[in-house]
């Protein structure tokens, strides 16, 4: 099982849209694509799991340009839908 989902935690990917390389000296010079959010809705109702799976990814329309901007934006849209958080066990 994902450690996210044994702990409770929500899981978030931020990705760079273009063929620059996304790692901490792209970010720093802020010279990666823009950054896609995607955050895992997970599902509580044992049919929908059936049907999907455990989760979805959702993505964010907005396109982001630093990386605080992405995380700023995932985590907005975890507090304004706790039910994307896993299953508590």
Do not use: C
């Not at 049919?47 to 934006?73: D, M």
């Amino acid at each position: 099982m994902a450690h996210h989902v044994s702990s409770g935690h929500p899981a978030i990917n931020i990705s760079s849209d273009n063929d620059v390389a996304y790692h901490p000296k792209t970010v720093k010079e802020a010279s990666h694509g823009p950054l896609t959010v995607q955050i895992a809705q997970y599902h509580h109702d044992p049919e929908t799991i059936k049907q999907k799976g455990a989760w979805t990814w959702r993505s964010l329309k907005t396109k982001y340009n630093t990386l605080a901007e992405a995380k700023a934006a995932g985590e907005t849209v975890l507090k304004k839908n706790p039910h994307f958080y896993p299953p508590k066990s």
